[in-house]
């Protein structure tokens, strides 16, 4: 048995994780329910000109990817004019040939650029993106109206680009992104994939991203259309040029200049064909940009690791603990333990359960939150450790 004073802290614990998602799903914005989904919306008019684009796609190691993805690029239905440039930063395993190869096939509207060696401060990603738009602007056609920055991994379908476009004319939108629709089909993706998404909605609420009276501003990397006078207006990309979590600080910049912003998730246009066959991929992902996302501050790391014990591991095991209690007669302790732990992760659940739907999981996988939660504790402080130890980032 345990002694009243830890009985009670416990208790206060399971009752603090309790409110904390109560207030979650209570929260005004509602980032748990996915909201908005592209496909979902009214398509908007079609504008009465359509403008000049260049599609952006910076490339490090993607041969395997390319032939699913750029013929798909190339197969855009978009009424305007338009072209596309791959920037190969770099790559060891063939990329820049696989995308020439699909560029002789695909016609003349993909460039290949061989990326230069990257400078001193600058992200891997970014400085791609900056050659792939120093050719834009050398082209002959002259300076792109819109970028569309996407990765190398993304599939679109047909109309991905038009609809974009088509909404941020009549929109007046600066920047309006996609957040692709992951690959969740090995075990490692249905348990954190799900979760990566949630997560991304609690911290970029895309109510208050795409409310211009709020500050809030993010963008998904993976598929960014940008307009050209607006991007120039934020600094370029020589404002961000060494930031790891690069659509996120474009989306903030270009809201801070007055822009207005658009942020919606896709559920089949656009869609990432990256795998991740096992948890070690999906950590290798994640610690990537954790620590830069607490602003490298180690009381914002205490912070978070206390608020994810106590929002996952927690409510399942007080719920596990009231049950040993019922088991050994002990009902005010089982009341104690296992009504607020119970309680907690109900409302996990519930809060969860929209996401693991949008992956076609059902409703019960939402109980394993728990375990994705306290997996991505785990890479929060992997990310802060290798930061400490200078093996931080990446491309």
Not at 159 to 184: H, Q
Not at 249 to 262: E, M
Not at 352 to 357: K, Y
Request: with cysteine; charged share 20%.
């Amino acid at each position: 048995m345990l002694p009243d004073a830890a009985l009670a802290a416990l208790a206060a614990a399971g009752g603090l994780a309790a409110l904390a998602w109560a207030a979650i799903l209570l929260r005004p914005a509602r980032p748990w329910d996915l909201r908005p989904v592209a496909e979902d919306c009214e398509p908007p008019p079609e504008p009465p000109r359509w403008p000049t684009v260049w599609v952006l796609v910076p490339a490090r190691n993607e041969a395997a990817c390319l032939p699913r993805t750029l013929p798909a690029v190339l197969a855009q239905d978009y009424p305007g004019p338009w072209r596309a440039v791959l920037v190969d930063d770099r790559s060891t395993d063939g990329t820049g040939e696989v995308a020439r190869r699909l560029a002789a096939a695909g016609g003349a509207r993909l460039a290949v650029v061989d990326g230069a060696p990257l400078p001193e401060g600058w992200a891997g990603k970014v400085w791609a993106l900056a050659q792939g738009l120093e050719a834009a602007a050398r082209a002959p056609e002259g300076r792109p109206e819109y970028l569309l920055l996407t990765d190398a991994d993304i599939r679109h379908a047909p109309g991905s680009l038009r609809r974009l476009v088509a909404e941020s004319e009549a929109g007046r939108l600066a920047l309006n992104s996609r957040m692709a629709r992951l690959r969740c089909e090995t075990g490692a993706e249905r348990l954190l994939i799900p979760p990566f998404l949630f997560f991304f909605n609690l911290l970029y609420p895309m109510r208050l991203v795409n409310d211009p009276r709020r500050r809030t501003a993010a963008s998904a990397g993976g598929c960014v259309l940008v307009h050209g006078d607006a991007l120039e207006r934020a600094g370029g990309l020589a404002a961000i040029h060494g930031e790891v979590i690069d659509d996120v600080n474009l989306a903030r910049r270009i809201k801070q200049s007055g822009a207005t912003i658009r942020l919606a998730v896709s559920r089949a246009d656009v869609v990432s064909l990256r795998e991740y066959g096992s948890v070690g991929a999906v950590w290798r992902m994640v610690r990537r940009t954790a620590f830069d996302e607490l602003r490298y501050s180690w009381a914002l790391l205490v912070a978070t690791v206390l608020a994810l014990l106590l929002l996952f591991p927690l409510p399942p095991l007080l719920a596990a603990g009231g049950v040993a209690a019922a088991t050994l007669g002990d009902w005010p302790a089982a009341a104690a333990l296992g009504a607020p732990g119970l309680a907690a992760w109900l409302a996990q659940a519930a809060a969860f359960s929209r996401s693991t739907l949008y992956f076609g999981l059902g409703r019960r996988w939402a109980l394993t939150l728990p375990l994705g939660g306290t997996l991505y504790g785990g890479m929060t402080l992997d990310s802060a450790l290798r930061h400490a130890l200078g093996r931080g980032g990446g491309w």
